[in-house]
Each structure stands twice: as structure tokens, then as C-alpha cells.
């Protein structure tokens, strides 16, 4: 059959091309599911920006050092700024905790942990890996509510993550600037645990001055 259409065509060659690339990437996923908990291992190759980054296996931390991971994980509303609110309750970290401390163990050489995590109040979404100093936290959804930071205000800005000691925000280099990534945590591996959750205000208003 003659193909009267050549660019039709060469858009069903691309398609297909992507079709099977997706389906190379999603092959050997494997997920793991508990209280409200859903975790899934995924290819390094679905992540963007680490190319100059060393990835650290087997993650090995304590349940305590989970625990203080997640209950330092802050966020706060950027168009009607209110008080940092923590991204999960200590009724919640102490219940997420043992489970993270599981399976990143289980993270094999040339993946990284995607989690999901359903509450009452909405799905928390994020990705987390680590290197040899630092655990990497990205979130795309808090209690529901999809992350938007957009400098041109086309989508409405929704929430940012706020940094606490020991922990910085990951930078990105366009156009010879740097630019802080807002949903994205850089945590020091052994993060110190602080006398009070809660950030001082001062702390606060530094950080969100940077």
C-alpha cells in the first residue's frame, strides 16, 4: 500500500517510538502497598536534572532518622502566606516511618522510590532518593493540592516547601542564573534533631527571604 500521507505516517513512527519507550521505562516497576501507603521503584531514567548526581545503595537509615526526615518535611502556601504547616502529622511519620525505612532498603542500583500517600485531606505524591550526604525530596502534590510556582503567574501558585536546618533547596542553572526548585528538598543524611518542630519565626522569615 502507498502511504499518501507521508508525515501522517511519521507521526504514527514517532508514536509508536515513544508507545514502546514508555513501556521500556514502566517494565519491572515493582509497587507496595500499606496503610494508605503506595510506593512504586522506578528507572533513573524518569528523572530529570541528576545527571551530575551519584546515587547512594542500598539506603540504609533507622527508623528514628525516617521519623525525623519526614516530620522536618514543611511547606506553606505562597499566594495567602500563613504559618508552615508540617507535610505530615507525627501520628503519620511515626506510621510511615518503619515502612520508608523497608523499602529503601529494597531500592536497587538504577532506581529510585516514587511514593503516594492517601489521607482524609488528599494524596501526597513525591519522589525520594539519596547519596552518599543527602536525602533528595521531591513533591508534586501535598494533602491534594498539585505544586505551582510559576513566576508569570499563568497557572496560580499554590504552596512551596519551607527549609529547616540542615536542609536546602535543590538549584537549577538556566540562563546563568541559579534558580531555587521550591518543591524540592536536599536534607542532610543524618539531619540533627531539633529541640522544637516547630521553625522559629526568625528562621522562617530568613528562609523565605532567600
Same mark, same amino acid.
Given at each position: $500500500?502507498?502511504?499518501?500521507?507521508?508525515?501522517?505516517?511519521?507521526?504514527?513512527?514517532?508514536?509508536?517510538?515513544?508507545?514502546?519507550?514508555?513501556?521500556?521505562?514502566? !517494565?519491572?516497576?515493582?509497587?507496595?502497598? +500499606?496503610? =494508605?501507603?503506595?510506593?512504586?521503584?522506578?528507572?533513573?531514567?524518569?528523572?530529570?536534572?541528576?545527571?551530575?548526581?551519584?546515587?547512594?545503595?542500598?539506603?540504609?537509615?533507622? #527508623?528514628?532518622?525516617?521519623?525525623?526526615? @519526614? @516530620?522536618?518535611? *514543611?511547606?506553606?502556601?505562597?499566594?495567602?502566606?500563613?504559618?508552615?504547616?508540617? &507535610?505530615?502529622?507525627? =501520628?503519620?511519620?511515626? !506510621?510511615?516511618?518503619? /515502612?520508608? !525505612?523497608?523499602?529503601?532498603?529494597? &531500592? +536497587?542500583?538504577? +532506581?529510585?522510590?516514587?511514593? $503516594?500517600?492517601?489521607?482524609?485531606? =488528599? /494524596?501526597? #505524591?513525591?519522589?525520594?532518593?539519596?547519596?552518599?550526604?543527602?536525602?533528595? *525530596?521531591?513533591?508534586?502534590?501535598?494533602?491534594? &493540592?498539585?505544586?505551582?510556582?510559576?513566576? @508569570?503567574?499563568?497557572? !496560580?501558585?499554590? *504552596? +512551596?516547601?519551607?527549609? $529547616?536546618?540542615?536542609?536546602?533547596?535543590?538549584? /537549577?542553572?538556566? =540562563?546563568?542564573?541559579?534558580?531555587?526548585?521550591?518543591?524540592?528538598?536536599?536534607?542532610?543524611?543524618?539531619?540533627?534533631?531539633?529541640?522544637?518542630?516547630?521553625?522559629?519565626?526568625?528562621?522562617? #522569615?530568613?528562609?523565605?527571604?532567600?
Amino acid at each position: $500500500m502507498t502511504v499518501r500521507h507521508p508525515l501522517i505516517a511519521k507521526f504514527f513512527f514517532l508514536s509508536l517510538i515513544f508507545f514502546i519507550g514508555g513501556c521500556v521505562l514502566l !517494565k519491572g516497576e515493582r509497587n507496595f502497598s +500499606k496503610s =494508605g501507603l503506595t510506593v512504586t521503584f522506578r528507572s533513573l531514567n524518569a528523572l530529570d536534572d541528576v545527571q551530575n548526581i551519584r546515587f547512594q545503595y542500598p539506603i540504609i537509615l533507622s #527508623e528514628a532518622n525516617i521519623r525525623n526526615h @519526614l @516530620l522536618s518535611l *514543611w511547606y506553606q502556601d505562597i499566594v495567602s502566606p500563613r504559618k508552615p504547616r508540617p &507535610v505530615f502529622s507525627p =501520628g503519620v511519620a511515626s !506510621k510511615l516511618a518503619p /515502612l520508608f !525505612k523497608n523499602v529503601l532498603r529494597k &531500592v +536497587k542500583p538504577g +532506581k529510585y522510590l516514587h511514593f $503516594m500517600y492517601q489521607a482524609s485531606r =488528599g /494524596l501526597t #505524591e513525591g519522589q525520594v532518593f539519596a547519596t552518599a550526604k543527602n536525602i533528595h *525530596w521531591r513533591f508534586f502534590k501535598i494533602n491534594g &493540592v498539585a505544586y505551582s510556582n510559576d513566576p @508569570l503567574r499563568i497557572r !496560580k501558585p499554590t *504552596w +512551596k516547601l519551607v527549609r $529547616m536546618q540542615g536542609q536546602s533547596y535543590q538549584s /537549577l542553572q538556566t =540562563g546563568g542564573f541559579k534558580k531555587s526548585i521550591k518543591n524540592r528538598i536536599i536534607a542532610n543524611i543524618n539531619l540533627p534533631f531539633p529541640r522544637h518542630r516547630y521553625p522559629s519565626l526568625s528562621t522562617t #522569615e530568613s528562609f523565605l527571604r532567600k
